[in-house]
Nanobody, 119 residues
């Protein structure tokens, strides 16, 4: 297991941008795919973007065209560039593996990073 630390959140006006970073305490090269999740108050945690070690990417429809996920296995980091932010993007953002098999389980969740978008 690795420890995941998210950073880069903050308060931004609608239409603005933020870049989130996720740093792992160990290698992420075997964690495939990696993803960014978010959880707004009263809502369940949802997957917004995922990336495989080979660079295949998927986005939730709600962020497609605005968010860009990337990963650097050498630096054990996964980033999320968020542009054209909307108030509905307000949430705590987390990174973790994407569960694709019944045997898989999440890494311990980090503390997340708060993103607040004002209208």
């Amino acid at each position: 297991q690795v420890q995941l630390v998210e950073s880069g959140g903050g308060l931004v006006q609608a239409g603005g941008s933020l870049r989130l970073s996720c740093t792992a305490s160990g290698s992420i090269s075997s964690i495939n795919p990696m993803g960014w999740y978010r959880q707004a108050p009263g809502n369940e945690r949802e997957l917004v973007a995922a990336i495989t070690t080979g660079g295949r990417i998927k986005y939730a429809d709600s962020v497609k065209g605005r968010f860009t996920i990337s990963r650097d296995n050498a630096k054990n980091t996964v980033n999320l560039q968020m542009n054209s932010l909307k108030p509905e993007d307000t949430a705590v953002y987390y990174c973790n593996r994407v569960i694709t098999t019944i045997e898989a389980s999440f890494e311990p969740w980090g503390q997340g990073t708060q993103v607040t978008v004002s209208s």
